[in-house]
């Protein structure tokens, strides 16, 4: 079982930086891969990075790529999206995920197993 915690989100305006963190308890953290994730009013949860469990491999969503970085410490327990250059339009609440798959591209909802509880990000243009 793995309980999984967002922070860093908040009101920024156009061309600002964000850097997420979620934190995952239990011991067995580097053992997962870990998603992140984010759904905007109205719409369905899209993917928008992935880190495999070693963190040697890291795949990104078109509309993110060039601006986010994904990332984690392992010793820490802990997965950081950092996001530079924000646009309005990645407004939405972000979710981080993980499962125990060594597949680097794995972008569906349904495939991941444990899931935090949101962090709002707001971009005014």
């Known amino acids: 079982q793995v309980q999984l915690v967002e922070s860093g989100g908040g009101l920024v305006q156009a061309g600002a930086s964000l850097r997420l963190s979620c934190v995952a308890s239990?011991?067995?953290?580097?053992?997962?891969?870990m998603g992140w994730f984010r759904q905007a009013p109205g719409k369905e949860r899209e993917f928008v990075a992935r880190?495999?469990?070693?963190?040697?491999?890291?795949y990104y969503a078109d509309s993110v790529k060039g601006r986010f970085t994904i990332s984690r410490d392992n010793a820490g327990n802990t997965v950081y999206l950092q996001m530079n250059s924000l646009k309005p339009e990645d407004t939405a609440v972000y979710y981080c995920?993980?499962?125990?798959?060594?597949?680097?591209?794995?972008?569906?909802?349904?495939?991941?197993?444990?899931w935090g509880q949101g962090t709002q990000v707001t971009v005014s243009s």
């Open positions: 995920a993980a499962d125990q798959s060594g597949t680097l591209v794995r972008v569906r909802p349904v495939s991941y197993d444990y």
């Open positions: 880190i495999t469990w070693k963190g040697s491999s890291t």
């Open positions: 239990g011991r067995t953290f580097s053992t997962y891969s």
